[in-house]
């Protein structure tokens, strides 16, 4: 029994180490942050934006929208549900300033469904004057060159979406940077390596652009309006319909408010619970992959049973080669070294992720901007009174 323990828990080890490696070798062979030079008419866009509340980065985040280097037409779309919303004095202000630019704010007051922030987007894009339709994250900030990068994709016919990576900017706590950990290492990794498989068929939220006939070949935002991973939604149905979803080189920033463990727990909850729903074999099976968790139970293991006296040195050399590919593949999505992480916090945050999986399949509850849902099975959500 002792040496059947032994050996699955090494097994599991070995295993999570090599899909560690596979994960690895996915991202170094992705072009990130290359740069297209493209001399070409650029189509024009409508941006919406849906927006509620501000914190001290909102205004900068939005600004770099209106510092777009892009050769064609832009509208930017902003939309509150409150006129009385403190996002719409940044909003009105930026515009004061950019006179030359299409920006409109738009009270958004009727709420369609669940989901607030797609409530804003149906009557938004109501007032698109263009054919492009690109959706954006409040908290998202962007490089001037952003708009050009990122429509080049869709000028191949066969692309129906183009998204694109995004990293925490700003890790202003420890939890923080936990979190930063599973956004700026693993998350756009694990996309990629998921991508050697079989193409995307989902989408990442940061940032959105399709064609409008496309959406409404899905139903438009009407159809997505009760669901919490719209963005998934629109990229799943998009796909579905036969068109490719495009990878974006250019990685956008993210702007968080400071976050305190148990909001970090319960972003990451939130967003756990999602991918359950959305994807929920892979999601099961991706426990198997944590760099930490089998290594540990096999480090402990060898200590206590083991008569075996390299095996405890095997387990460790696991572990510091997952905080060894971690800071890789983290120093690769932030050029420059801001905000670098503590190496001894990738553990911490993979313990961490192995209680938010079991978390996952737990409940269905998820607290969303202070709202408090449950989450169906379809991936709707009923708003809990």
Known sequence: MVNF?????????????????????????????????????????????????????????????????????????????????????????LIGKNPGLDAQLVVCAEALGASGKVSKLVQLVRLAKYELILVSDADVRVPPDFLTNIVAPLRDPQTGLVNCFYRLANPATMAMHCEAIAI????????????????????????????????????????MVNCLADDYQLGHRIAQNGHRIALCPVVVEC???????????????????TIRVCRPLPYFFSILSNGTFWPMLWLIASLALSKTVYLPYLAVACLLIRIAFAQNLQRRFTPGGNHPTPPWLVPVKDLLQAAVWAGAFSGNAVEWRGQKMRLRRDGTLIEEK
């Open 255 to 273: 702007w968080e408010r400071p976050m305190n463990w148990s909001a970090v727990w319960k972003h990451q909850l939130r967003w756990a619970r």
């Open 184 to 223: 700026n290492v693993d998350f756009w990794s694990q996309v990629l390596q998921a991508a050697t498989l079989r193409p995307p068929d989902f989408a990442l939220g940061a940032v959105m652009l399709t064609r409008r006939r496309l959406l409404e070949e899905i139903g438009g935002f009407a159809a």
């Open 5 to 93: 323990l032994e050996a699955a828990l090494g097994t599991l080890a070995l295993l999570s180490l090599a899909l560690g490696l596979w994960q690895w070798f996915a991202a170094r062979r992705f072009p990130l942050h290359q740069r297209v030079a493209d001399s070409s008419p650029a189509p024009a866009v409508s941006l919406l934006k849906p927006l509620k509340g501000c914190d001290a980065t909102t205004a900068e985040s939005l600004q770099s929208w209106f510092q777009q280097d892009y050769a064609g037409r832009i509208q930017i779309l902003f939309g509150i549900k409150d006129a009385q919303d403190p996002a719409g004095n940044i909003v009105r202000e």
